[in-house]
Nanobody, 125 residues
Framework: QVQLVESGGGLVQAGDSLRLSCIAPGRTFSTYAIGWFRQAPGKEREFAAAISRAGDRTYYADSVKGRFTISRDNAKNTVYLQMNSLKPEDTAAYYC??????????????????WGQGTQVTVSS
């Protein structure tokens, strides 16, 4: 069992930045691809960004491309999601997820096994 813990959410204004962190204690962290998903009230959970095990490949949803940056530090068992130029439509609970196998697309929730509890991001206009 892998525990993922998100942090860094908060209430910001449109145009501001936030950096989310996802920490997964344990020696196997570098063997997991990590994805960030988000879920707004009344909507389905959607893909935002993902990063490969070694951090050499990254993937983004079109809605966040150019504004969000995902990175990882395997020595610290941490994945980051830097979010710039935030918009009200970015308001959602953000979840990190771990995939112990090589995801085929990195974008489907079904490819991830372990999930954190989420951190809330609220962007006011």
């Amino acid at each position: 069992q892998v525990q993922l813990v998100e942090s860094g959410g908060g209430l910001v204004q449109a145009g501001d930045s936030l950096r989310l962190s996802c920490i997964a204690p344990g020696r196997t962290f570098s063997t997991y691809a990590i994805g960030w998903f988000r879920q707004a009230p009344g909507k389905e959970r959607e893909f935002a960004a993902a990063i490969s095990r070694a951090g050499d490949r990254t993937y983004y949803a079109d809605s966040v491309k150019g504004r969000f940056t995902i990175s990882r530090d395997n020595a610290k068992n941490t994945v980051y999601l830097q979010m710039n130029s935030l918009k009200p439509e970015d308001t959602a609970a953000y979840y990190c997820a771990g995939a112990p196998h090589y995801p085929r697309t990195y974008r489907a929730t079904s490819e991830y096994v372990y999930w954190g509890q989420g951190t809330q991001v609220t962007v006011s206009s």
